[in-house]
């Protein structure tokens, strides 16, 4: 498995940005998606994630109605919309990939076997 994700760049804050994040190897169906992001000096830490299967989503509260997951699965590809955007979600997105992550393990990164390289979201004021 493959993941290469693409699409952050700058943008002022309240503007919006769409992340992708292409996956290539077999049985994308029934691999969870999920969206990470890192801020200098802090953690990795969850941001979105999608259900392999049931598509059932999953959002950290600080996204929570602002960020929409989603994914297409004839393309092989995960999505990341970027509504109202705030400088403090200024951070490096990476997108990742498991199959049999349970619920409650779903915000760890420790239950991903795979990840992309990074993409850039700077947010000015």
């Known amino acids: 498995v493959q993941l290469q994700a693409s699409g952050g760049g700058l943008v002022q804050a309240g503007g919006s940005l769409r992340l992708s994040c292409a996956y290539s190897?077999?049985?994308?169906?029934?691999?969870?998606m999920t969206w990470f992001r890192q801020a200098p000096g802090k953690e990795r830490e969850f941001v979105a994630t999608?259900?392999?299967?049931?598509?059932?989503?999953l959002y950290a509260d600080s996204v929570k109605g602002r960020f929409t997951i989603s994914r297409d699965n004839a393309e092989m590809t995960v999505f990341l919309q970027m509504n109202n955007l705030k400088p403090e979600d200024t951070a490096v997105y990476y997108c990742?990939?498991?199959?049999?992550?349970?619920?409650?393990?779903?915000?760890?990164?420790?239950?991903?076997?795979?990840w992309g390289q990074g993409t850039q979201v700077t947010v000015s004021s």
């Open positions: 990742a990939a498991s199959r049999g992550v349970i619920l409650s393990a779903l915000r760890s990164t420790t239950s991903y076997n795979y």
């Open positions: 999608i259900r392999g299967g049931s598509s059932t989503t």
């Open positions: 190897g077999g049985a994308f169906k029934t691999y969870t």
